[in-house]
C-alpha cells in the first residue's frame, strides 16, 4: 500500500528529459537526451526509440522507469516544425473549446430544467442526447456519475 508521502516523493522526483529525435537517411530515429548526451539509442519507430531511450535514462540515472518523464523533440525543417506546432496548438485550443463547451451545456441543461422543461426536451434544444443532459445535471449538481455495467 502507498501512503500520501510516497505520492508526494514520487511527483518531487519526477525529471522531464528533452528526447531530441533524428531520422536517418535509411528511415531509423536516432534519440538523444538533451540534458545528457550519453544517453542516446536508435529505433525503427519513433515509439521504439522513446521506449529504448527511456530505458537506457533509468539505466545512467538508477531511477524507476515512472520517474522519468519524456518531451519528445524531433529534429525538423523549420516549416514542417511549424506546421506540427500549430497542429499541436490547433489539438490543445481544440481540447479547451470542449470543456468550454461541457461548462456552458452543465449550465444551459441547469436553467432549461430549473424553468420546468423535460430532460429530454432540453436536449432536443440544446442539440445533444437526454442521456447526456441527465450526465451533465449530475455533474452541476456534485452527484457522482453511476457507471454503466
Given amino acids: 500500500?502507498?501512503?500520501?508521502?510516497?505520492?508526494?516523493?514520487?511527483?518531487?522526483?519526477?525529471?522531464?528529459?528533452t528526447a531530441r529525435l533524428e531520422r536517418e537517411k535509411g528511415g531509423r530515429w536516432t534519440v538523444e537526451l538533451a540534458e545528457e548526451p550519453r544517453v542516446h539509442t536508435w529505433a525503427k519507430t519513433v515509439d521504439q526509440a522513446l521506449a529504448r531511450?527511456?530505458?537506457?535514462?533509468?539505466?545512467?540515472?538508477?531511477?524507476?522507469?515512472?520517474?522519468?518523464?519524456?518531451?519528445?523533440?524531433?529534429?525538423?525543417?523549420?516549416?514542417?516544425?511549424?506546421?506540427?506546432?500549430?497542429?499541436?496548438?490547433a489539438r490543445q485550443e481544440a481540447r479547451n473549446a470542449d470543456r468550454r463547451a461541457v461548462e456552458q451545456n452543465k449550465k444551459a441543461a441547469a436553467a432549461l430544467t430549473a424553468r420546468g422543461i423535460s430532460m429530454r426536451d432540453a436536449a432536443a434544444i440544446l442539440g445533444i442526447s437526454h442521456q447526456r443532459v441527465h450526465q451533465l445535471l449530475a455533474q452541476e449538481q456534485g452527484r457522482p456519475r453511476r457507471k454503466a455495467g
Fill in 53 to 89: 531511450v527511456r530505458e537506457a535514462a533509468v539505466l545512467w540515472f538508477e531511477v524507476d522507469e515512472d520517474e522519468i518523464e519524456l518531451d519528445p523533440q524531433p529534429v525538423l525543417p523549420k516549416t514542417t516544425a511549424r506546421t506540427v506546432a500549430q497542429a499541436r496548438q
Fill in 1 to 17: 500500500m502507498t501512503d500520501c508521502s510516497d505520492i508526494e516523493m514520487t511527483e518531487e522526483t519526477m525529471k522531464t528529459y
